[in-house]
């Protein structure tokens, strides 16, 4: 995209409000930035300090501790001083918030978004959030260590490619050097990457198959399958099942860097502790998470939008005319990206310096349809407790008697934690 296209979308915004961009202004106005990421606070004051270096308008970032974002976003929503961008995490929150965000629909800083699934809408095609982050999980893959053993990435498209892959790396273990998978680590507080990265599957599959079920607890049609992957990371990793309960996640990731595995699942967020730790990046990608559903050869990443900007539109004139340029900056500013560590959809992913986010790109342009997060929809921490522990139950004994226990935590769980939810 263009750096003119977006310079001309502060200039629709403002036709939109009935405002003139070109006509006499009292004064610049100010941006206030209520920043959500407390890991990207030094970043986000840096692109406000050369904004305002570079236009001469003020703008203020204030960046709340983790976990306080939404109780000092209502806080400062009630004072006159309100933050003029702030952002939602996805629709559920917008309910709380859509009284005071702008309709950017008709906008070229909203026709520049793709895909259009990372517009955050309201009714009648209302548009009121800009996705501005983005994130996928999957397998990570060393590519160097996948062609020693004398395959592709591009081989592997279905739950049986990599069954087949997978079986031959682990056979040849100890003539290759590596395993085909590292150690899943299913110590409490590492469980997480199976109870709600990998249950994504299941859970995302299940309301695909039953329209207007989103949300709501799952019965379980897919858990063979989501067995099935488990049982293969388990027979084919670096250290056996029975002592998975003793590892965490941080024994996967070294078991990666050191090249002992040629599969780690995880999500494009890892890329800078990867390469950090001295792998090439190069030799990094990332395939699907296959579990043996039908059509999943047609399938992409698990992907979605992790925060949206919001513009207030109770803000005065000139200072929400202030945020919408310095929106339509950021959005045509590729740097924009680089300095908050953002996978920005307003720029081409395929360009991104992140390997994971260029395998995203590609598998999407190949045609391969991406399987939406539903980690919102999943129970509370307690239900991730149980389903963690019963998972490193099974990994002692892999048979079916503690695999019952598995489904009981995970589906009958839910729908348990749903109807104490509900009274």
Same mark, same amino acid.
């Given at each position: ?31 206030? !930035? ?95 959030? *800009? ?91 897919? *858990? ?84 949206? !900007? ?9 200072? *929400?005319?202030?945020? *919408? ?47 939406? !997060? ?50």
């Amino acid at each position: 995209m263009k750096r003119k296209q977006f310079a001309a979308a502060a200039l629709a915004l403002s036709l939109l409000l009935g405002l003139s961009a070109c006509g006499p202004r009292a004064r610049k106005g100010n941006i206030y !930035w209520l920043n959500d990421d407390p890991e990207r606070n030094v970043a986000a004051l840096a692109l406000a300090d050369r904004y305002e270096r570079e236009t001469g308008v003020p703008v203020k970032v204030i960046t709340p501790a983790e976990g306080e974002y939404e109780s000092r976003l209502s806080v400062q929503m009630a004072r006159r001083d309100a933050p003029t961008l702030f952002t939602v995490s996805g629709a559920e929150e917008l309910e709380q918030w859509q009284p005071q965000c702008l309709d950017l629909r008709g906008t070229k800083l909203a026709a520049a978004l793709q895909p259009k699934t990372r517009l955050l809408r309201g009714e009648n095609d209302s548009v009121y959030g *800009l996705g501005h982050d983005t994130a996928s999980f999957g397998l990570i893959v060393n590519t160097r260590l996948l062609e020693r053993a004398g395959y592709r990435p591009e081989e592997i498209a279905s739950f049986e490619d990599l069954r087949r892959v997978a079986e031959d790396i682990q056979a040849r273990a100890d003539a290759l050097g590596f395993n085909a998978f590292t150690s899943a680590g299913l110590a409490d507080g590492s469980t997480w990457r199976f109870t709600r990265q990998l249950f994504n599957l299941p859970v995302t599959l299940e309301y695909r198959d039953r329209p207007g079920a989103a949300g709501e607890p799952i019965r379980g049609t897919y *858990l063979k399958q989501y067995r099935q992957l488990l049982d293969l990371y388990f027979d084919n990793s670096v250290r056996n099942a029975a002592a998975q309960p003793e590892l965490g996640e941080e024994d996967a990731r070294g078991e990666f860097t050191a090249g002992k595995a040629v599969f780690y699942q995880n999500g494009s967020w890892e890329y800078e502790s990867l390469t950090a730790a001295g792998m090439d990046a190069d030799a990094l990608t990332m395939i699907p998470l296959y579990i043996g559903a039908k059509g999943e050869q047609d399938q992409g990443l698990c992907t979605d939008v992790t925060g949206y !900007w919001c513009v207030n539109q109770n803000a005065e004139p000139a200072n *929400l005319q202030a945020t *919408l340029d310095f929106l339509a900056w950021c959005a045509g500013d590729r740097d924009t990206a680089r300095t908050l560590g953002l996978e920005s959809a307003f720029y081409d992913p395929a360009g991104s310096e992140n390997a994971f986010v260029r395998a995203d790109s590609a598998l999407e342009a190949a045609g391969k349809q991406a399987l939406e !997060w539903n980690l919102d929809a999943l129970p509370d921490e307690r239900w991730e407790r149980d389903a963690g522990r019963a998972l490193a139950d099974y990994a002692l004994s892999l048979d079916e008697e503690s695999w019952s226990r598995v489904r009981s935590a995970l589906v009958d769980g839910w729908a348990e934690r749903a109807r104490k939810t509900i009274d």
